[in-house]
Each structure stands twice: as structure tokens, then as C-alpha cells.
């Protein structure tokens, strides 16, 4: 219900041209979520060891929203990164080339990810150290690109079609 609801924010902001800073956002709350959702043993200055059933409640919502734009900007990111570099605008074979490449790693992630990692690791560290684990590779990811956003704009690179209009308007 939260992402039918949020789709059409996201979509708005995405059109916007906010794509790199709602992914970014989004990793950070879901960093932050899985943290509490735990919650984890490096919060229990917080929670004393206590679990409390509406606080998980509260952060399932919030990680569903920030769901919305994992799921949606990757898209509208790869789309321009791919027009920015030479790629035919508005074209069947670039859309198509583009939602292949997002659904096979998100495919890949939905099999790989409870397989190989969230069942071994749920195993051996137990449901809070798992939550702690997820939330550090999720800022992990986010940390990654804002080290490449900072790269490209350090090497003058496109990172949208307009931008790649503009450069080649200049030389």
C-alpha cells in the first residue's frame, strides 16, 4: 500500500531531476531502518535490550517507503547515464537494454540475497547482528555512490542527457 501510495511522489521527483539524491536518501533511511528494525545490539543505549513490536511496525513502513525509490531511480539513473554517453533518447532498444540490466540485478539480488546471505548469516549472528550487517552494506552502497557522483563531477563527466548537451554545446 506505502509504495502504491509513494510512486507517484517519486515518480515526480524523479522527473524533477532529483535521481542521485533520492538514491541516495533512500539508502540512508534504509541504513538507519535496519538499524532499529533489529534492533541492533549497537543501539542498545537506546533499547536496554528491549524489542518493541510498534517500533518494528514503524520501520517496516518507512523502509517500504524508501523501497519506492530503490526500486524506481535506478531506472531513471541508468536511462541517463546511458543517454548521457551516446545512447539513441526515447528508443525502444535503449529502454529494453536498460529495464533488462535493472531486473537482472534486481532478480539476481531477490534469489543471491536470502539464499546466500540472509539465510547463512540469519544462522550465525541471529536476527539483530543481520539487521546491523544489512544496514552497513546499505551505507556501504550509498557511501560507493557518492565516491563516483563526486568522481564524475571531479572529471567534468555527464551524468544526464542534458548535461551531455551542454558539453557538447561548448566545445
Known amino acids: 500500500m506505502i509504495y502504491l501510495l509513494f510512486s507517484p511522489l517519486c515518480g515526480f521527483l524523479l522527473n524533477k531531476g532529483l535521481t542521485y539524491s533520492l538514491i541516495i536518501a533512500a539508502w540512508m533511511l534504509q541504513s538507519l531502518s535496519l538499524l532499529f528494525m533489529g534492533p541492533s545490539p549497537l543501539l542498545n543505549f537506546i533499547f536496554h535490550g528491549r524489542k518493541y513490536c510498534f517500533g518494528t511496525v514503524i520501520t517496516w513502513c518507512i523502509i517500504q517507503l524508501s523501497q519506492v525509490c530503490v526500486y524506481l531511480a535506478p531506472f531513471k539513473a541508468s536511462l541517463n547515464l546511458a543517454?548521457?554517453?551516446?545512447?539513441?533518447?526515447?528508443?525502444?532498444?535503449?529502454?529494453?537494454?536498460?529495464?533488462?540490466?535493472?531486473?537482472?540485478?534486481?532478480g539476481l539480488g531477490s534469489i543471491v540475497g536470502p539464499v546466500a546471505?540472509?539465510?547463512?548469516?540469519?544462522?550465525?549472528?541471529?536476527?539483530?547482528?543481520?539487521?546491523?550487517?544489512?544496514?552497513?552494506?546499505?551505507?556501504?552502497?550509498?557511501?560507493?555512490?557518492?565516491?563516483?557522483?563526486?568522481?564524475?563531477?571531479?572529471?567534468?563527466?555527464?551524468?544526464?542527457?542534458?548535461?551531455?548537451?551542454?558539453?557538447?554545446?561548448r566545445k
Not at 539513441?88 to 531486473?103: F, K, L, P, Q
Open 83 to 106: 543517454e548521457a554517453t551516446g545512447y539513441e533518447r526515447d528508443s525502444i532498444h535503449t529502454y529494453g537494454m536498460i529495464a533488462g540490466m535493472v531486473n537482472c540485478a534486481q
Open 117 to 169: 546471505g540472509g539465510g547463512a548469516l540469519y544462522e550465525v549472528l541471529g536476527f539483530p547482528w543481520l539487521m546491523t550487517v544489512l544496514a552497513l552494506i546499505q551505507f556501504g552502497l550509498a557511501s560507493v555512490t557518492i565516491i563516483y557522483l563526486i568522481i564524475m563531477r571531479l572529471a567534468n563527466k555527464p551524468l544526464t542527457p542534458e548535461q551531455a548537451d551542454e558539453m557538447r554545446l
